[in-house]
């Protein structure tokens, strides 16, 4: 009886405790609908294998703006552009920090990059580095030859594939790292990818994969911090042997530079910048340390590198899947910049059709699906609904720009909705317009926007203009396979196995 007893005791004050608090999500403090969370787990399987996906079906049913229970953690999630504009916008200085995660613990130094560096002087620095010294229009001028002639070297490989296929997303992955890497460092870090593949590319390219798969998993020890030393799903153990990988990449890199073993330069790189500032004291934010140099690098490689390649990855699949698209760019292509040269980076204004491409390209494949997660600083209200201190804030970039209230059929890849009497004539994707925001949108927008705008749209440009493109093994367009295998980027799930085929006299592929 004794037993019965405390068993009713004990019910009835769990009953009370859960009345306690469901009452207080009640109005003034109403949260934004969402699911039934889970004991403890909370909607953690609510999100199944691809997030955007399964957070998008949810919104379709609780609305734009959602609040999910993550084990311990409040999360809120935007699916619409105006919520979306209401954080990043309107309350976007609340949400100007991130939340403390195992990816920037165990790969990103323990929180000294810039990506997910808390909100304040160290992160101004930081990010002013890059904006003066790496992402400015004169820097971005500067580097431009060097953009343009990685940009040739790859159609020269993709020329002397002869009748061969070539995996089209590794070689834009050696392009887009040595456009970069010269830039930062002064010198190329792969060979061209001709030859049978570099193996030190291959396995940079499996290494920042796989950082941004590991970077996309919803990490349990993230969301029930009383279980994270158990590392259940083994995350841990894979950023800390991924972070070794990287670190030792980034050691010998500097330890080069500083011993001038690093190749030269007609300007000065990046990293002799980023070295020189090292000794002297900056008054914003102080000295910078050998680990938030390694830091910035592993930042500026990862999201400057396979976000630009697999963009133009899913262009080009794109326009292969739409052999009429492909036709009317080259036409474009031959009456502004002819058969005799490559396409450079200043004739890319005049091409307002690749242009649209590229938009098209990145509302339908934005690279990052969902946005990096943001952390509120203080309570407040969107919509009407409560949004708690210490709120993880998710922005499903992917659901936003298939919205079928913005979008005449969003799951189509029509490019001419963007030109002049289309449905979004004037819609750009540097993040002032909320419909489609594939780099971020306020404080924390991804710093390289122009550089990653300028890269794709050269690349693209330059592929549509080059080449005439068959798939692999005769394989019918119609049937090409556009599955997305998720991470914090968004991946194909195959990669595209491609026979390019030369469209040009062959000296034009040296003009350049």
Not at 229 to 243: F, P, T
Not at 284 to 299: C, M, P, T, V
Request: hydrophobic share 45%; aromatic share 8%; charged share 20%.
């Amino acid at each position: 009886m004794t037993i019965l007893t405390l068993l009713l005791y004990t019910s009835i004050t769990a009953l009370v405790f859960y009345l306690l608090l469901n009452l207080r999500t009640r109005h003034p403090n109403r949260l934004p609908p969402g699911p039934t969370p889970w004991p403890i787990v909370g909607n953690l399987p609510h999100l199944g294998i691809t997030p955007h996906h399964s957070l998008a079906a949810l919104a379709e049913k609780y609305g734009p703006l959602m609040h999910l229970r993550l084990g311990f953690v409040d999360v809120v999630v935007a699916a619409s552009a105006s919520v979306a504009a209401q954080f990043l916008k309107t309350h976007d200085v609340n949400f100007a920090s991130r939340p403390p995660n195992s990816g920037a613990k165990h790969i990103a130094y323990n929180y000294q990059d810039l990506v997910f560096a808390p909100y304040g002087p160290r992160w101004r620095l930081l990010r002013k580095i890059c904006s003066v010294h790496l992402f400015s229009a004169k820097a971005l001028d500067d580097f431009r030859h060097v953009r343009q002639e990685e940009v040739a070297i790859l159609t020269r490989v993709l020329v002397g594939a002869g009748k061969s296929t070539v995996k089209l997303g590794q070689l834009l992955n050696v392009c887009t790292t040595n456009a970069l890497a010269r830039v930062m460092l002064g010198r190329r870090v792969f060979g061209d990818g001709s030859g049978g593949g570099d193996p030190k590319a291959d396995e940079f390219k499996d290494m920042v994969i796989e950082m941004m798969v590991l970077a996309g998993e919803f990490n349990i020890g993230d969301f029930i911090p009383a279980l994270e030393w158990l590392d259940l799903q083994g995350v841990a153990k894979k950023m800390k042997n991924l972070h070794a990988r990287f670190d030792s990449f980034l050691n010998t890199i500097l330890e080069e530079h500083k011993s001038g073993n690093g190749g030269a330069s007609n300007h000065v790189d990046l990293l002799s910048t980023l070295i020189a500032l090292k000794d002297n004291a900056d008054g914003e934010g102080g000295k910078l340390s050998d680990i938030e140099i390694k830091a910035l690098l592993l930042n500026l490689f990862a999201a400057g590198t396979d976000t630009s390649s697999s963009t133009v990855e899913w262009a080009i699949a794109e326009l292969i899947r739409h052999p009429q698209l492909l036709k009317q760019a080259q036409e474009e292509m031959d009456t502004v910049v002819g058969r005799d040269r490559l396409v450079t980076e200043l004739d890319l204004p005049q091409l307002t059709f690749l242009q649209a491409i590229v938009k098209e390209t990145f509302r339908l494949h934005p690279s990052t699906p969902l946005s990096l997660p943001r952390i509120s600083a203080e309570s407040c209200e969107v919509d009407g609904y409560h949004i708690p201190k210490g709120s993880t804030l998710l922005v499903n970039v992917w659901a936003i720009a298939r919205d079928p209230k913005m979008w005449t059929d969003p799951l189509e890849f029509r490019p001419t909705r963007f030109l002049p009497g289309g449905e979004k004539p004037n819609v750009d994707v540097r993040g002032n317009d909320f419909e489609v925001i594939p780099f971020g949108a306020g404080r924390r927008i991804c710093v390289g926007i122009s550089l990653g705008m300028r890269m794709v749209q050269l690349l693209v440009a330059t592929l549509v203009q080059t080449f005439d493109w068959e798939l692999a093994n005769g394989l019918d367009p119609e049937k090409l396979n556009m599955d997305e295998a998720y991470g914090l980027t968004l991946q194909r799930a195959e990669p595209l196995l491609v026979y390019p085929k030369p469209r040009l006299a062959p000296q034009a592929y040296e003009s350049r």
